[in-house]
């Protein structure tokens, strides 16, 4: 198993595909959605009782890009509903969803990186 440290917190790479089941395992669903797509470090900014939103910079420069990781999918498919209403692009994994900033979404670059182990 290989294990990936931000800070003082222990961070397990797991199989994208694994649902969480808690805080720590959205957490490290975050962190290897982030590291597949050699994004750099991944902040914690908001969360809703199923679900913890993420940030990270893309290593290549390519800008922000924003990570959901979910206990279930209710959270996600809201997500994925607004923004198809909004034409933002995202990439939908069966338990992330990875987006750009709505105010950048025209300009963005492709979430390619992240389509790799997506479901």
Avoid: H, K
Wanted: charged share 20%.
């Amino acid at each position: 198993m290989v294990v990936l440290l931000a800070g003082c917190n222990r961070i397990q790479s797991v199989d994208l595909d694994v649902r969480p089941t808690d805080v720590n395992t959205m957490r490290d669903l975050a962190y290897s959605v982030a590291a597949n797509a050699v994004c750099g470090d991944v902040e914690w900014y908001s969360d809703q009782e199923n679900a913890r939103s993420f940030t990270c910079e893309r290593s290549d420069g390519r800008g922000q890009a924003y990570i959901m990781a979910a206990t279930e999918v209710a959270p996600l498919d809201e997500r994925a509903a607004y923004l198809d209403g909004l034409n933002v692009p995202y990439v939908r994994g069966q338990y992330y969803l990875v987006t750009v900033p709505i105010n950048r979404a025209s300009t963005a670059a492709p979430l390619d990186e992240f389509s790799a182990g997506a479901s």
